[in-house]
């Protein structure tokens, strides 16, 4: 699905990411974990072609990202609110994807009602445009977003961080759920340990810009973590 | 600790990003102040000499006193315009060692250096000393300079608590804008004199000069209503979170558009919903009352054609020249959003020609109203429309994929240079001298009308190659595309 060759993104002489080669497969969902500076913002950045690679390149489905434009339609993510357009209300955000996406208004309707649980009453018919919601609200739009696109890719950087714990949990459940419904392939960076190998099947440790670790998740995988970061 | 917080905000301006750019800026606007300041002491020292000019054998200290509310009440509409509300970063400062009441008395401190409460001491204090104070006394002169110092400064605070207040209900603006309106009417139909009513008024206080407590004590009630208004609301979430529900809009004539239709309408809520877009846009609209500076009947009598067209097309194409120089800028908050959403750079680029050919065809049928001074009016605005949606959106679109700088869309546009850089001075130029090159050879050599009609035709042409220039501004578009979107980031 994803393969990664000879990537290498510098800023001012400092390597922020160098990934010599990586093959995702469909239907991985890929845990990134690492230090802040560590390059998971950045290694996303790439992915969704809106930042220059020094050198190498990321092949989404066969395709050169920076090249070809056919990625689009199945990747969807959600990095920060940079992603969110902060004057509409949150419907009418929805729309918009939903929109761009040819999905008619009420087929977003009726996807927004199975997201009554997650938003928790807070969100819809707030009668406040995005920018007015608090972060973690905010964060709910851009996820919910995401995932009325029905991604073949889905990126999320640091979805639990701006998360309730209840939430936290919710959206674990219902990533799972999707994944199991279609083959999605996911990419969830976190610094919550117990949470990212709760849902990932593969995880990639990277330090420095570099993947040092990549492992099948497993019931050891959690211990062998947490000896990484020991302090 | 006034002088902590007013060195904190002098790291604050000269360690933020731009400091280089905004410094260039404050010494041009440094430079305008300067300027203002400097006429004002001359005007102030030559007043005398004005009045005795321009009313011979009159009184010159009752004329004196006529104006003084006039120039008030001027000052009141200036300072809502450019008078800048003091702001702080206040958080950092709230949970800190400091009272509040001292939070707002350094911004009311810092309120009150500002040019435009020097202007009227400048304009007033001379004439005051040369010519008042010799023939009331001193005593009389020195109260009279108060009472000026109180009017200025209950100016200064009464706008500080109408803005503030406008900000949370916009009811405000609109009331503000009626009183003024009324009074500026009912001067203007002679239902009331505001030239008398000063007169009476400052001539009373050169009679009495204890009266000076009356302006002294309105300036006061004014501060303190300031103060306690800031007092009130010097919590994080007042002054913004104050406000009505919002509603969601649709607008379903541009379904048919498909994604091109759906940007635009995201274009036109940015427009609607940000402060800095909407008075832009505006602008744009209210300046097409120039037209009756262009198309004065003297210049058609005198077939002065050419410079009816060159005012048709600033007059309809004002949109396309000041939303465009930032076109890509005022989405720089969501630019990420964009270029990773499912949404081909093409299309993007597609809908902000169509939104320029769909803006500027309302506003060629709004000035079309002009017909009624002159019929010829209309064609050469159709020459200026043709020549707006195919050539002048080009060269907006084209060098908006040069504008690097993101841009805070609320807050307001007066002053506001946030964004600018050389390549706008390029893209001013590039407005000038296109449609100068394309009428010239034909205006020059055959006449008026055949350069006219050259600006239309070609307009038209390069209108139908529309979707050739999108592929092309498309490819200029990607090749800057990272830089765009780093600069956009950098907030």
């Not at chain 2, 315009?81 to 350094?106: A, C, E, G, H, K």
């Not at chain 2, 919002?246 to 809520?269: C, P, Q, S, V």
Request: aromatic share 16%; with cysteine; glycine share 6%.
């Amino acid at each position: 699905m994803i393969t990664v060759k000879n990537l290498v993104k510098t800023y001012t002489g400092r390597i922020v990411v160098d990934i010599a080669a990586l093959q995702i497969n469909e239907g991985e969902i890929i845990g990134l974990v690492g230090n802040n500076g560590a390059g998971k913002t950045t290694f996303f950045r790439l992915m969704l072609d809106l930042i220059k690679a020094d050198r190498g390149e990321i092949l989404s489905g066969e395709k050169n990202v920076a090249v070809s434009e056919d990625w689009k339609p199945y990747t969807a993510a959600y990095l920060d609110e940079g992603f969110l357009i902060d004057y509409l209300t949150p419907e009418e955000y929805f729309y918009f994807v939903g929109k761009l996406n040819n999905r008619s208004k009420a087929d977003v309707d009726e996807f927004l009602k199975s997201f009554d649980t997650f938003f928790d009453g807070s969100v819809l018919k707030s009668g406040k445009y995005i920018r007015e919601l608090s972060k973690g609200n905010q964060f709910k739009v851009g996820i919910a977003g995401c995932l009325l696109q029905n991604p073949g890719v889905l990126l999320l950087d640091e979805p639990f961080a701006n998360l309730d714990p209840t939430t936290q949990l919710r959206l674990i459940k219902m990533l799972k759920e999707m994944h199991a419904q279609r083959r999605m392939t996911i990419f969830i960076s976190s610094h919550d340990l117990n949470h990212i190998t709760e849902v990932s099947t593969r995880i990639l440790l990277m330090e420095k810009g570099l993947i040092i670790k990549d492992l099948h998740t497993n019931q050891d995988t959690l211990s062998e973590l947490e000896d990484y970061f020991k302090v | 600790m006034i002088r902590t917080l007013l060195n904190h905000q002098w790291k604050s301006f000269w360690r933020s990003r731009n400091a280089g750019k905004s410094l260039a800026l404050q010494i041009v606007i440094g430079f305008f102040t300067l300027y203002l300041l400097f006429s004002a002491i001359a005007v102030g020292f030559m007043l005398q000499k004005l009045l005795t000019n321009f009313f011979p054998g009159q009184d010159i200290i009752k004329i004196f006193c006529g104006f003084i509310l006039y120039y008030f009440m001027s000052d009141v509409l200036i300072r809502f315009m450019i008078q800048d509300l003091p702001t702080l970063t206040i958080q950092p400062y709230l949970v800190q060692n400091i009272r509040r009441s001292q939070l707002i008395r350094f911004l009311n401190v810092r309120s009150m250096i500002t040019a435009i409460n020097f202007v009227p001491l400048f304009l007033f204090i001379p004439f005051t000393i040369m010519v008042i104070a010799p023939k009331y006394g001193g005593i009389t002169a020195f109260a009279f300079i108060i009472s000026i110092v109180s009017f200025t400064l209950f100016n200064h605070f009464v706008i500080l608590y109408v803005k503030r207040k406008s900000i949370i209900n916009s009811w405000w603006y609109v009331i503000f804008f009626a009183v003024i309106g009324a009074f500026a009417a009912a001067d203007y139909f002679h239902f009331f004199s505001l030239r008398d009513a000063s007169a009476v008024v400052f001539i009373k206080m050169l009679a009495m000069p204890f009266l000076c407590v009356l302006p002294v004590g309105m300036a006061i009630m004014a501060f303190i209503n300031n103060y306690r208004f800031l007092l009130a609301n010097l919590y994080l979430e007042d002054i913004v979170s104050k406000s009505r529900k919002k509603e969601g809009a649709e607008y379903t004539f541009l379904h048919r558009f498909g994604n091109t239709g759906e940007l635009i309408g995201l274009d036109i809520k940015l427009i609607l919903r940000n402060k800095r877009p909407r008075s832009v846009a505006m602008i744009s609209l209210l300046l097409l009352f120039y037209g009756f500076i262009f198309y004065k009947p003297q210049y058609i009598q005198e077939g002065k054609w050419y410079f009816l067209i060159f005012g048709a097309i600033f007059i309809t194409g004002l949109f396309i020249i000041s939303y465009g120089q930032f076109l890509f800028a005022w989405q720089s908050a969501h630019f990420d959003g964009m270029m990773a959403g499912n949404l081909s750079v093409r299309t993007y680029i597609k809908s902000k020609l169509q939104l320029f050919t769909g803006v500027s065809s309302v506003i060629f049928l709004l000035s079309s109203l002009y017909g009624f001074l002159n019929w010829k009016i209309v064609v050469i605005q159709l020459a200026a429309y043709l020549y707006n949606i195919g050539i002048q959106s080009i060269i907006a679109v084209y060098f908006a994929t040069f504008s690097y700088k993101a841009i805070d869309i609320g807050r307001s546009a007066t002053f506001n240079y946030q964004g600018m850089s050389a390549e706008r001075w390029v893209y001013a130029l590039a407005i000038y001298v296109v449609p100068i090159v394309i009428y010239l050879p034909f205006g020059w050599l055959i006449n008026a009308w055949a350069g006219i009609t050259a600006i239309g035709v070609l307009g038209l042409t390069s209108y139908l190659l529309q979707d050739w220039w999108t592929d092309i501004l498309t490819k200029c578009f990607l090749k800057r595309k990272y830089k765009i979107l780093d600069g956009f980031r950098e907030k």
